[in-house]
């Protein structure tokens, strides 16, 4: 975004009053001096962000002047969403998207945002050019390579994140393909730098075979040049770019033609197949000869003219072949795919419909109001192998379709595109609340009849409202259809209610229809639900204005005010009513109604205390109480000729009043102008601060600029005079933690949602940065080797599959990733075996902690209870660790006596060597006569006199056996 550098007059901040003062100033033409070279008023510095985020970044800075601090704001709107469809792995875990300079990769299963790949900068550091098209490689399914307009081809390494190299061939690239049987070269339509002023479908380009090896002059070099540029051809500009699954065939669609190049002989040139309407898409056949197209008047074409036959030595004649067509699409089709298996294929487009026609029969199923017209469509397979289609938005929306129920499975978006409303009329309002029970904010959809609610801290949006349901179907033949529009949206202090205005300006066709909905937060399901519907609540007539009267008291009843083209300000309020069954039901009716010598209002503000109601009627502004409806008074300036609308400010004492260029701040309590202000540009909003005395005013200085002058009460100069590099058509505060800075979210006349501050920063997302994705471990297909033996036991898959790719692998305290890494690049398995074992084991849960054994002796024998034979063995619950002196002890023991020769006794020995069953053991020691004297016999009939519970032991040595005790081991 390129901000304005011109120079005018009536971008000098104005000195305080008097007024006669600064109009000398402007008149003079004067500017303020500044320190250094192009610090005066040279309009918006351009700044370009070095850090790639999913937002846009702030691409220009207000200009500098003397004592005036800068405003910070961050643009939360993505760019627009590329019209190059998004392509998956080849194990369909990510897939990935284009979006202005970047290449974000997205997990399937979660949606969530892995990485970003962003252009870098050009030399003289301006932004990189907009990318357009995506493939991977074919020489490694590991990469990608993306061109751009500014004709670069990069090669990506997306599981390190990485720029491999750059190609440059000097042209701006449209599309790209590629095929495994040129696997050292790639496809691309490109158009000449000079052309690029003309409307889309009148340039030329031109088709190139590209090598995607370097010449070896320019193979050091930064940009590279590619080692063989071989041209097809001359075409318009193209709309699609396939090969056919064999190779043989290269196809373009470009105007009102379809190109087609033998690629087994590339010097025959182009062979020529006419269309009766512009081709707006191109898709290939995945195992046969022939390719699908759409165009402007939403036909659907099959084209059967790859053969021998029909293309010998017909270079550069204009033909027709054999086609077979669809139709069922009112407008232009905006992306064709063929399934998997080629029986089925997909069409969509602005009706905001999924096409899906069988082949042989030509029968049609529908998948309707998937939200937004579909810009693209690519299909993948689910881990389990199941077919999904991924449908790609105009809202920057992503739809992924389930291919075996035709229903929507989930969908994904950081922010919905405001689309519909770019036509609309710029004098109609524009909605924007913010809900502080969900922290979330309320502004308009993709769609002018919804809303979305955008979570700042999550960077989500958490739901979407229709407010009023209509059709999403933007047009009828040529002529636009005017939508329910929704035109304000205001919600109570305390988060409880919503209130919302939706019209529909009437014709010839039909009358103009005006809805006031009042909805209720839900706190259970968190979603607002309709409570009452108020239909024409001022006649006939517009409602200017509504607003919800504050609470300071919970006990206080709350009121909502409207303002109407009838020249009525009506009040409403909550009732409450016994229902059928018994259950207290509240809803909303009107309360009073009142006007003002045939003034139409425009504006309603209520005190702090909601007291009092200030109520604008062009010249007067008249204040009322709010209770009774009773005039209190009138304020009325030469100062300001035609008020727009009135706030309280400064806790309620005072009452700024603003103009289309003149703003007074009068004394409520005496009834006096305490100073004024005059603009040299239209005032377009004012912000009261909630918890200070300041407020900000805002004025548009060009179409594409405003300034942010601060104020209080006390004093006509502006504390803080800063600008911003865009006009702005809807305000509200706010700002995520107390401050007694500005802090506001807006939208700007472009569409665009920012959020300005001082401390305004952009919230921190994961995938912004560019990120290798090899310690990710995403959801697995079953492989043959799993099918027949099972999964192995080191196979820890997450149990929530929608964190399954973005979580990683763990067993116990050790991290699995380090097998990820290849074998000559791991530290040697000696230094890895202990760590790692003792992550993959897990000590077995104690079942109840037994009591401390008895303080015994040294080496003193315990006699044993035997119940019986099935003892299980019971792990010590003394803990201890191994240390690495008794591991290099056990080394030097095997070492010593395993690893040598021993011969076998003859004969036996009493105290010697036993061999039973083939396991060498060390029979009991015989008992010494102090122990024969000291211990009693035990016999399997007779049971031991009970003890003090002692210690059980992990194996059983024998019947009448004693043993030591086993903490007397540790």
Known sequence: MAASTSREPQDIPLPPSPPSASEKLEKSGKKLKGKGKGKETSGIQKKRSTTAKSFTATPATPPIYEDDPPLNWVSLTDFLPSKTPPIFTKDGSYYFALEGYSVKIFATSTGQLVSTLSSPPSSNGAIPETLTSVVLNPQNIFQIITGSLDGSIRIWDYLDAT??????????????CTHDKYQ???????????????????????VFRISLKATEISSQSANQKPADITPLGKIRYPTGLAVSPSGNWLVAAAGHKAYVSNLLDIKSGFTKYVSSERLTCLAFHPVEDYFATGDVKGNIRLWYCLNESSNVKVAGLEKKTQTASFHWHAHAVSSLAFTTNGAYLLSGGEE????????????????PRVGAPLQTISITKTVDGREEYLLGLTDATFVFVSAATLKISRSYSHMKLILSDKVSSSSRPVPLAVHPSSSTIILPSSHASSV????????????????SPSNRVSRRDEKPIEPSRVEHVVVSPSGEWMASIDARIGNEDFQGEVHMKIWRWDRKSSLWTLNTRIDRPHGLHSVSHLSFSPRPQPAQESHLVTTGGDGAVKTWRLRSSQGKNEALEEFWVARSSFNFRQEIPSHASWSPDGSLLAVTFGRHVSLYDALTNIHRSTFTSPECSFAKAAHFVGRGRFLAIRGEQDLVVWDV???????????????DDLVPHPDNDSFAVITSSFPDRSRVHVFSPSTSKPSKTTFLPFAIQSIAWYSPKPTASISFAAITQNWTFVLVGDDMKAPEVEGTLAVGINSRSPLQRRTLFQDIFGKSIFDQTPTNPSSGAILQRTAGPVDQTVFDIPAYLAPPVESLFDPLMMGFLKRRPDEADPPPPPDVAGDEDVDMEVDNMNIEPVVPSRKFKVEAKEISSLVGLFQ?????????????????????????????PTPSKSLKSTTKPVSVDVVSPPSPEPTPSPMVNGIGKKRKKASDFY
């Not at 000097?170 to 790209?176: A, E, L, R």
């Not at 905001?352 to 998948?367: A, R, Y």
């Not at 979305?452 to 407010?467: D, P």
């Open 896 to 924: 010593t006596y395993s690893l040598q020769h021993h011969a076998l006794p003859q004969t036996p020995k009493v105290n010697g060597i036993v061999k039973i069953n083939g396991v060498h053991a060390v029979p009991s």
């Open 163 to 176: 720029l491999i190299r750059t190609l440059d061939i000097g042209q701006p690239i449209h599309q790209m």
């Open 352 to 367: 905001s419909v999924l096409v899906i026609w069988q082949l042989h029969s030509g029968k049609k199923e529908f998948v």
């Open 184 to 206: 050292d070269f790639i496809f691309v339509t490109a158009s000449r730098p000079n052309k690029q002023k003309k409307k889309a479908f009148e340039e030329s380009a031109f």
């Open 669 to 683: 309590v005496s009834r006096s102008v305490c100073w004024n202000f005059t603009s040299s540009s239209p005032i």
């Open 452 to 467: 979305q609610m955008f979570s700042f801290t999550s960077s989500k949006i958490i739901s979407e409202l229709e407010i």
